[in-house]
């Protein structure tokens, strides 16, 4: 003996609307705040943020010392909540349109390539600084290096081109 059984037609459109209401809120923006205005960013970040352009070979030796010191400015990453200066230094010309850092740096990068890992990851991590570089249109994957100036002022070398 064979049964079937069907849906009463309030129970098809209950999934029907179901159904709708599900693929309607999926495409719904999200409520999170953006960092777009300069007044928003300067909220989350809560310090100053400078940029500065220079050429690899002019500041090779300072990205250099501070590749061989993220070891220990990585703890600080991890643990800071507050800054007066962050400080970008762009290196467009270690950018990798323009090939990638010089070879001294490069080389520096690959020695220490999980240690540099694992400053990106803390800065993705940690919000005051990756709304500071996010909000120069700095990619974490372009910070090479950071180094301290003082116990509150950041610096952070980037192989990138200032945002127009």
């Known amino acids: 003996m064979t049964t079937t ?4 037609r309030k129970w098809m459109h209950g999934l029907a609307f179901a159904a709708f209401l599900a693929a309607s809120v999926h495409s719904l923006p999200l409520g999170a705040q953006g960092v777009v205005e300069q007044e928003v ?3 989350i970040v809560g310090s100053e943020v400078n940029e500065e352009e220079v050429r690899s070979d002019a500041g090779d030796d300072r990205v250099i010392a501070a590749i061989e ?4 400015n990585i703890d600080i990453v991890r643990k800071l909540t507050t800054l007066d200066r962050v400080d970008i230094i ?12 010089p070879p001294k740096i490069a080389a520096k990068l690959a020695e220490h390539s999980e240690t540099v890992d694992n400053l990106r990851r ?5 919000a005051l600084l990756y709304h500071a570089i996010n909000s120069k249109d700095v990619l974490i994957k372009d910070v090479l290096a ?3 100036d003082g116990e509150k002022n950041l610096v952070i070398f ?3 081109k200032p945002a127009q």
């Open 69 to 72: 010191n993220l070891s220990g």
């Open 41 to 43: 960013v300067d909220r």
């Open 158 to 160: 980037a192989a990138a």
């Open 90 to 101: 762009y290196m467009p010309d270690s950018s990798q349109i323009e090939g990638g850092p």
């Open 122 to 126: 803390e800065l993705e991590g940690n």
């Open 5 to 8: 059984h069907t849906l009463s």
């Open 146 to 148: 950071i180094e301290f």
